[in-house]
């Protein structure tokens, strides 16, 4: 018996601007909301998003990948298994049960806390940054001292989209940035 590939190279890049879905004043007035459940509900489009990801990821020889929750656990779980890494997730307080770094932030609508398990990355370890959008650099920023604290090193940020008018990028400080869609 065979193995078969479950996400076989494709001939042309597929447009995913196409199944991301663009929602006014959600979560609130004056916010433009990019849902990918149309990209997640579609294989072709979302075995082409984790090929993708898989190729940017692969030169920056990550160990191991850390991704907020919801959306970035969507992305990252695949991505972790294709390249035959491990996943931490990053995540709300009082959701992870032992022992965990906390970093608090401003994001673009307010403000947040995010959690990663003292024990989840080594020193040793070349880390991943993956989500589903890069906008104001909050999230990342907050992510990028949790490896920190960790101790590990990062290898790089691995986004789906980038909203680029609100110049997130500012907050990785040259540290290599993958992105399939600028918006």
Known sequence: MSATNLFPPRKERMDIRTVIR??????QPGILFYDITPLLASPEA??????RMV???RPLRPTMIVAPEARGFL??????????????????PGKLPCDAFSVSYDL???????????DALRKEDRVLIVDDVLATGGTAGA??????????DVAGCCMLMELDALNGRH???GIPLSVLLHV
Do not use: W
Request: net charge positive.
């Open 143 to 152: 992510m990028l001292r949790l490896i920190r604290q960790s101790g590990a």
């Open 22 to 27: 663009q929602v006014p004043n959600h979560p």
């Open 171 to 173: 907050v990785l400080d």
């Open 108 to 118: 673009e609508y307010g403000s947040n806390t995010l959690c990663l398990h003292k």
């Open 55 to 57: 190729a940017a990821a």
């Open 46 to 51: 979302f075995g082409s998003v984790i090929e």
């Open 75 to 92: 992305l990252a779980a695949p991505l972790a298994l294709r390249l035959g890494i491990g996943l931490a997730p990053i995540r709300k």
